[in-house]
């Protein structure tokens, strides 16, 4: 029983490592079908437009069950913000993303998408939604992890060095084709794919800080995402139908353009949703956002043996820049975090300590209430029998959050 039971505690513990490392592996998948289907000619205009119908057919009957009856009125200008989040997120994001996945490679596009915690922070004191004390700790590390985030972006885009060589290289041989990896990719278009990258990075930290903002008045977050997935169908529609002139572009098959639009849909934008707010709920967005980085790691090995794709010495230099940024900006959010959390603890157990030096303050006291009670019973000279004093000791509440990750 004891080893049912300490098997049934590591698993509760390693689930939110469980579901985040899987995660990860679905957006990498994601990243490496979209390639496959952009190069073989699939518009990425179309290809939003698909994905985000199948993210709202997914979400919408959940929404519709499960928050019936907490569903807040949808006034004038929460649609305004809604028709807005439609437009940052599924169309000028997703679109300005795909596109810079077209011109550059799965591994490279991921490395960008690890500016976000750092842009974000910047809209926020743009918005003025963070204050930045610059003589504090974690300010400095939000705004140095910042610095050295675009330091590693700008690395990435303006140098490509040499061609990194694996050890299962030499043992892939790429067939020519439009599928093959980073075949046929200039300077040029890794400049323009940099560019439109960073615009889908800015694009989406825009959209974080407007659906905070959002939230406060829409509690219904089920709600609010597929009212977004509709309204971005909707705006990309729209967008399709002004830069594609072809009705055959909106041709779709049993083949990897459906896969990718099925996929990226369902998985990326519905069931990703969920398992996020899921763990976020438990650990923090801290935790969330702390395993991206992997997510990096898993595309560019996938990447250099499904698409025989081509690492580059600045690539890698920068993406470890990135990196090293982004824990730094998530260091800062998690003592600015456990900062608040402290300041909600009652004085009463402030004062008393905390963790193990609470607890020994705690048995002291006893100790000594026991010697007093002893003392007044010898000189009193009353035969009192040993009673085992037993007393609640007093433990400040958990912070849910762990210091990882992403």
Known sequence: ?????????????????????????????????????????????????YRHAFATAVIAP????????????????????????????PVIDQNFYYAGLKFTSPTFSCAMS??????????????????????????QAKVVGTMVTVAGAMLMTLYKGDVLNMVWSKYIHPKETNASGTAGITDKDWLKGSILLIIAT???????????ITMRKYTAHLSLTALVCFLGTLQSIAV?????????????????????????????????????????QKRGPVFVTAFSPLMMIIVAIMGSFILAEKIYVGGVLGAVLIVIGLYSVLWGKYKEYKEKEAEEIPEPVKLGGTGNNQKTMVIEDIEA???????KNEDEKVCVPAVAISAPMPIPPMIAMEVPKA
């Open 1 to 49: 029983m004891e080893g049912k039971g300490g098997l049934g505690r590591f698993f509760e513990t390693a689930k939110p490592y469980i579901a985040m490392i899987s995660l990860q592996f679905g957006y990498a998948g994601m990243n490496i079908i979209t390639k496959v289907s952009l190069n073989r000619g699939m518009s990425h205009y179309v290809l939003v437009v």
């Open 62 to 89: 959940f929404a519709l069950v499960l928050e019936r009856k907490m569903r807040p009125k949808i006034t004038f200008p929460i649609f305004l913000q809604l028709f807005v989040l439609g437009l940052l997120g």
């Open 114 to 139: 690890n500016m976000l915690p750092a842009m974000t922070f910047v809209m926020a004191v743009l918005c003025r939604m963070e204050k930045v004390n610059i003589k504090k700790v974690r300010c």
């Open 202 to 212: 800015l694009a989406w930290a825009s959209f974080f800080i407007l659906q905070a």
């Open 240 to 280: 399709t139908f002004v830069m594609e002139h072809k009705s055959s572009v909106w041709t779709i098959g049993w083949d990897m353009n459906l896969l990718a639009a099925a996929y990226a849909g369902i998985v990326s934008s519905s069931i990703a949703y969920y398992v996020q707010g899921l763990v976020m």
């Open 369 to 375: 209430n026991n010697v007093i009670e002893m003392q």
